[in-house]
């Protein structure tokens, strides 16, 4: 269907060039003005069904803008505007159609809203500076038959850049919603870039109303049939390099055309290109900057879940091994004492099976939150050791201070309330003698000694392993 309807819209325009598109072209107009605005609502359609949505909003964005620039020339036609504003207006909107592209061609995958924020406004200067370029020619045509000329090779560069980089950041999608969306988008831009070009190059004297205006339909009915089709983009595995270098290397597009073009017209609009260097490298640097922070943030988000525990929050095995080993050299150095604590839940498996287990899950978490409220210093470190135990290292402590810890834990477990019923733990102790040369393996395996006992000896009790730390 969607194939029939964009025929029936090149035969109907061809129909009313046939018979006459009447004053000034004003029927072909019609269907100039139409074809942008259907691809535009094709796109804000796919929009609302496609995650890549943000992108299928600006191209429909671009579509109005340059739809907007041909209504102009229409009431330009009709004799409706203004002959000092209207063409500048028109030409104003047709630079401006590029805005969008180039902003969304920049734009990394995800990104902060300040970030894009900042990204757009450095776009929209973009799009000014050229507008002042081009404006620079228009208005020398009549006296400089060079001008005409480079105003053509500006809209191809402009064309060829969006052209080329839409295909680049094809190529180097890995997610497949946005891979879809540069395919279309790169291959509209072909498409527009080679129309554009042969209609710039070969027919600019002709008038509107001719039959090369169903060229200019076919890069919007184009896209509008690819956005409604929705067809999975062909398979296609990037290369790592590629996807990294494009995704760093992308921002920096404003930011260097902007540089470029305000090169361009500094000889005419000195102030402007000033303005837009120092735009590029404020705007640049700002966005370097909050990238850089938002990295840091993520690095430490990931650094800390390394070292905690997902399901209760406390220190994972991987932590719990770094700190002991820390803390035994310390104490080793310092010759502070440096107790070890190994608690186990009683039954666990026995309240998994008959609970099951996300009850289970919630016992672990509200056992390692009871641990946690009563481990008070600073020093002292939480971990689950694995399954239902727990650990924590005392550091800088008498033996008398870890056996009072442990004791203190297991009552503060055989007061929780869960809706299941009681809990309770077994607590093994360890203690290293300031004098002692024992290794951090010796240790555990002293806590897991004591810890066993009293597991045998009825268990909800704390044992300390006296006869083993007595040879230290």
């Given at each position: ?328 050299s310390r104490a080793y150095r310092s010759g502070a004492g440096l107790g070890l604590l190994l608690a186990d839940i009683d039954h666990f498996k026995a309240f998994n099976d008959a609970h099951g287990h996300p009850a289970g899950d919630r016992c ?109």
């Amino acid at each position: 269907m969607p194939v029939v309807l964009i025929l029936l819209f090149i035969v109907c325009h061809a129909l009313v060039l046939a018979i006459g598109s009447g004053p000034a072209g004003v029927g072909s107009f019609i269907f100039l003005v139409a074809a942008p605005l259907l691809a535009a609502c094709c796109c804000v359609w796919r929009a609302r069904h496609d995650r890549a949505a943000l992108g299928w909003y600006t191209i429909a964005l671009a579509m109005l803008l340059w739809s907007g620039g041909m209504a102009l020339n229409l009431a330009d036609a009709l004799g409706a505007g203004r002959a000092d504003i209207t063409p500048r207006a028109s030409l104003l909107l047709y630079v401006l159609y590029a805005v969008p592209l180039v902003f969304i061609l920049a734009r990394p995958r995800r990104e902060r809203a300040i970030i894009s924020l900042i990204e757009a406004a450095m776009a929209a200067l973009l799009g000014v500076l050229f507008f002042v370029h081009t404006s620079f020619f228009a208005d020398r045509i009549d006296v400089d038959e060079q001008a005409m000329r480079n105003m053509r090779y500006m809209f191809d560069v402009q064309n060829l850049c969006i052209a080329s980089f839409a295909t680049v950041r094809w190529l180097a999608s890995d997610v497949p919603e946005w891979r879809s969306f540069f395919r279309v988008l790169a291959l509209y831009a072909l498409a527009y870039l080679l129309i554009a070009g042969y209609i710039n190059h070969f027919t600019s004297e002709d008038s509107f109303g001719a039959y090369n205006d169903l060229l200019i339909d076919l890069p919007f009915l184009l896209l509008a049939w690819l956005a409604v089709r929705r067809a999975s983009a062909p398979v296609l595995v990037p290369n790592p390099r590629l996807v990294r270098l494009v995704q760093a290397g992308g921002p920096m597009i404003v930011a260097l055309l902007l540089l470029v073009v305000g090169t361009l017209v500094v000889d005419h609009a000195r102030t402007l290109a000033f303005a837009s260097f120092v735009v590029a490298t404020i705007g640049f640097s700002l966005r370097s900057t909050l990238l850089q922070i938002g990295l840091l943030e993520h690095q430490a988000a990931l650094d800390q879940l390394a070292r905690q525990d997902g399901l209760t929050g406390v220190a994972n095995r991987r932590q719990f091994d770094a700190v002991l080993q820390t803390e035994a050299s310390r104490a080793y150095r310092s010759g502070a004492g440096l107790g070890l604590l190994l608690a186990d839940i009683d039954h666990f498996k026995a309240f998994n099976d008959a609970h099951g287990h996300p009850a289970g899950d919630r016992c672990l978490q509200a056992v390692a939150a009871a641990l946690q409220a009563n481990v008070r210093r600073a020093g002292d470190c939480l971990a689950r050791y694995g399954g239902e135990e727990f650990a924590v290292i005392v550091p800088d402590c008498g033996r008398e201070d870890a056996v009072a810890l442990a004791e203190k834990l297991r009552l503060g477990i055989e007061t929780l309330a869960l809706p299941e019923g009681a809990v309770s733990i077994s607590v093994g102790v360890a203690f290293l003698r300031p004098s002692a040369m024992a290794t951090t393996t010796q240790l555990l395996d002293d806590a897991d000694s004591a810890l066993y006992e009293a597991k045998r000896a009825g268990r909800n009790r704390v044992s300390v392993r006296d006869d083993v730390v007595a040879g230290f």
